[in-house]
Structure formats: structure tokens, C-alpha cells
């Protein structure tokens, strides 16, 4: 039986094998390689059954950089959160932070949006703004000062830096999901959680990953 799983470091706290085991009802092992050195979790990835892996940070441009092939969004973003082992052998690399953005931001009224943080969750969400026909900007998390705004935020730093009570928009997404620093921010209309951002790209991602659609219902039932 071919086994999925989880390649980060750190990795506790993920969430991801509930939701992997709740999209498939239990069907499909789903481990987590939790390595230091990434090119001994990648090692690990091809010797051993995985069909394909989910990655997290601080690895995505790794994962992205050992592909033999990459889809348009990795491409564009040199950045990858998932790898696929072909039947030939080959790797592919996907991206489904970006899909979930352009599903969670799709129908918004909005027509700019601000991305802070530019790691691999930034790359992906800027991204997705752009597709999206968003005018789009980004800010690393030291440029943060007065009068950050724009219709959409999308903050993906890890925790909160100074100058973040002076964000002021229509909607703010989070990437981070464990330990959110977003929320009640008082310039903010509406708040999209990091958990929703994770579901999103869950339910996207796994049916690349496995070949079969994922019950999204049950992912969405999963409390964390």
C-alpha cells in the first residue's frame, strides 16, 4: 500500500495527519519525517513507499529545487509543497498554498492586497493576488511601520512583529494556524484564519497527492 506524509522541522503540532486521515477515513498511512537535514528526509521520501509527500517550512524551495519537474505555480514561486513520485520514477512538485489563496480570496470584494512575509507561504499568497488581477505588494516583516493598508492582507510572519496593530484593511488572511497573532487587530474588518487557509489547501492538495478526491467535509469537520 503506498504511504503519504509530512517532511518538516520542526513538525509537532502539524495538523496535517488529522486531516489526511479524515479526508481518506483512515485508508492511507501518513507519517511525518522529522529532519533536521532535509536532503536525509528527501533520501527517505524516494527509499522508502511514499507516493507523495507534503513539505513545511523551512523546506519548500529545497523541495521545489529537487523536482525533475514543477508545475507552473512552483515554477514561478521556487517554491513547493508537495512532491509526487511518477511511475517512471520522477518527482513533481506542486504548490497548493497557492491554489487555497485564490480559493479563499476568490469572490472578495477587493481589489489590492498586501502580502507580509515573503517566505514560501508569502511567495505563494503573492502569487495568487497577482493571478487574481490583485494590485498586489509585499512587505518583509522589518519594513512594517503606519499606514499599512489595502483591501486584502495576507500576513504569513510567524508571529507578531511591531507594527502590526497598524495594519487597517477589509480583510486579513493568516497563515499561521497554531499560534495566531492576528486576530482582534483593530483596524481589521474580517478576519480569515490560518486554519481555513489549511483546510483549503488540504483539500486541494491531497487529490493531487493520491489521485482521488478527498472528503472535504470531513476535513472540514476536523477541531484543532
Same mark, same amino acid.
Given at each position: ?80 509543497? @508537495? ?119 488540504? @483539500? ?21
Amino acid at each position: 500500500m503506498p504511504k503519504f506524509g509530512l517532511i518538516g522541522y520542526p513538525a509537532a503540532g502539524s495538523q496535517s495527519p488529522a486531516l489526511f486521515r479524515a479526508a481518506y477515513s483512515g485508508r492511507y498511512p501518513y507519517e511525518i519525517i522529522e529532519e533536521e537535514d532535509f536532503d536525509k528526509a528527501f533520501a527517505r521520501f524516494i527509499r522508502e513507499d511514499f507516493q507523495a509527500i507534503n513539505i513545511t517550512a523551512p523546506y519548500k524551495r529545497m523541495a521545489a529545487d529537487m523536482a525533475d519537474w514543477r508545475s507552473p505555480d512552483v515554477e514561478r514561486i521556487e517554491a513547493a509543497n @508537495i512532491l509526487i513520485k511518477t511511475p517512471s520514477g520522477s518527482v513533481e512538485a506542486f504548490n497548493s498554498d497557492v491554489l487555497a489563496v485564490a480559493r479563499l480570496i476568490d469572490g472578495l470584494d477587493v481589489r489590492s492586497a498586501l502580502v507580509i512575509g515573503m517566505g514560501g507561504a508569502g511567495r505563494a499568497a503573492f502569487d495568487a493576488c497577482l493571478q487574481a488581477g490583485l494590485k498586489s505588494s509585499f512587505l518583509h516583516h522589518d519594513e512594517i511601520g503606519e499606514d499599512i493598508s489595502a483591501d486584502l492582507v495576507i500576513y504569513t510572519l510567524p508571529k507578531a512583529v511591531p507594527g502590526i496593530e497598524q495594519i487597517k484593511c477589509r480583510y486579513l488572511l493568516e497563515a499561521n494556524y497554531l499560534t495566531p497573532c492576528c486576530p482582534g487587530l483593530p483596524g481589521v474588518e474580517h478576519y480569515i484564519s490560518g486554519k481555513q487557509w489549511l483546510k483549503a489547501q488540504a @483539500i486541494l492538495g491531497y487529490g493531487l497527492m493520491t489521485g482521488e478526491a478527498p472528503d472535504a467535509e470531513a476535513i472540514q469537520r476536523v477541531n484543532f
